[in-house]
């Protein structure tokens, strides 16, 4: 069983449409993992219970601000969790700024998170300026993005470049928060009875804008039918919404409604109206309970919003354009007259919800990435290639040449460039656009992150830009990696343009190598540079080397997960160094000269003061992280290095 951390805004007893997906997950998965809340609690004092057998953490709040709970020991009462608790897997329903910058400061070790995304971020623009950075590296940094539909996905300005490792699950309705009673037929007659037996138009939902309740009101002088509205729910708008409806004898505001309430009021209503009015209502799960009862619903178009998929016109009910207060005033008539037409509907709407948003039918990749997933598959290769100012016609032709092998999976190409070129956005390849250089090692980790997430490859190829090759060299590298299950990672022969060799097979180097390299006179480092660089041998035999270049890397994914992917804390140079150092850990790391690439390798921290700095960076951090002088494991490394290659 799995450990899993469920992060939520609230959790129930506190109503509300997250609140509720939230909880229906929880109950889904219980049989088979074990599982944690942690939420906030609406009151400004911590309490932990337990609700339907799994432990729910509440931190105390102080207040609200613009919709954010204000809470109190957030960060040091998550970082306990994570410490304790150590789960394998995070779920953190979004949006939830407060929670995103304590878990971005943690850090979650090796769980995998996904991120559950409820809807954007719409509101507060001048707040969100600030916050979006932070959201973005959460995004780059999760394993899993949920959305809600997919029209949610495509249309989100977030999420839509996140395809690649982004899920569809949706909300769904939970089937026995409405089941019936004996007594339930005689409580649904009561409630109609209550507003004189006539047909009771409903709505339910948190008073705020977007969810356009003023349109509802203004409703009530354009139906002609004898009806009357009633409102539930409540919310900050609740009072001046129940002054504008001052007059009317047909609007009727019941307020908030328990499960059972509620239950009792759809079964005694004709029709629910949605007047939602924009992309902030992502789903409608209130508007899926309504039509799973049989009630038949009116509601404004929504462009990519999930309301569309749910609510199917001219079969769930009627959609009408957005914001058009005569057209939603002639829909509601028109099912109010049409009976029969309104009975076709409720059928409709029932089989709709029962067949598309129940657990047992929506949740299917929901229980897919959280049970044991398959082995990777046999010889399937993934690879990914970071982009900076790129050639695009030189990256069309690399990506060409990986797709004529017929092992290749997916391609990544990750953009690092300030500008998006939506050519690449053509290729055979999933682009995926960063809109700033994130440096080269993150660039890829972006890549075998999700390679090892979806577990689709048994190898993931790390390489540059600027390389070319034959295709056969991948199944040539590959059958060598299957017939030895003990290598890790392997590097093929590297030439440059001009056909001369790339010296690429090096020793662990030490703060003399680097930089002597880079700042002595070559005659003074001329021997050292000879055995660092491994001259001595004739580069024409497979041999077990410390240090694998950057520029064209096979890695087995099996031993990747345990040795991890790139160190982030190089932005570029020496990350390639660093996790050949991690894989030979765990298997051998090759150098196979039986196949060549050819790499137009342009040194550029030799003519640019800036990358000069970026290596000198990597090359502190990198001896700050291993040794500078004192390295005994280099040392032991070199030595029998040493001794294998000059035998």
Known sequence: MAKILHISKYYYPYYGGIEDIAQTIVEQLKPYHTQKVICFNDKNVATTDIVDGVEVVRVATIGTLFSQPIPRNYTSTLKKILDEFRPDYIHLHLPNPVVT??????????????LHWHADILGQKFLYFFYKPYEKRLLLRADKVIATSRIYMEHSEVIKNFSYKSVVVPNVVKESKFALCDNDR??????????GGKKILFFVGRHVAYKGIEYIIDCDKLVDEDCVFVVAGGGPLTSKLKAKSLGSNRIHFV????DRELNLYLRASYLLLFPSLNRSEAFGIALAEALYCGLPAVSFDIEGSGVQWVNCNDYSGIVVENSNTEAFAKAIDKLL?????????SLNAHKWVAEQFVADKAFG????????PPKPTADRVNASIVLYKNDFEKVKVLVQTLRKSPIVNKIYLVDNSPVIDKRYGELEATYIFNDKNIGYGRGHNIAMRQTLTDRDAA????????????PSIINNMVEYMDEHPDVGM?????????NKIQYLCRLLPTPLDLFGRRFLPKKVMKKRIYRLEMRYTDYNKIIEVPQLSGSFMLINTAILEKSGIFDERYFMYLEDVDLTRR????????FYPAVHIVHEHHRGSYSSIHLLFRHISSAIKYFCKWGFFLDPDRDAINSITLKNTLQ
């Open 101 to 114: 910058l304590s878990l971005l400061n943690l850090g979650w070790g090796s769980a995998k998170l996904y």
């Open 337 to 345: 007259k049409d009976t029969e037409e309104r009975d076709r509907m």
């Open 255 to 258: 307020g908030r409604l328990s």
């Open 459 to 470: 190898y993931h190829i790390v390489m540059n830009a600027d390389i070319s090759f034959d």
């Open 365 to 372: 990749e929901l229980y897919t990435i959280y049970n044991l």
């Open 186 to 195: 005689d409580e649904i007659e009561k409630i109609r009875q209550r507003f």
């Open 583 to 590: 894989v030979s850990k765990y298997a051998k790391t090759i």
């Open 490 to 498: 392997l590097m093929p022969k590297v030439f440059y343009p001009n």
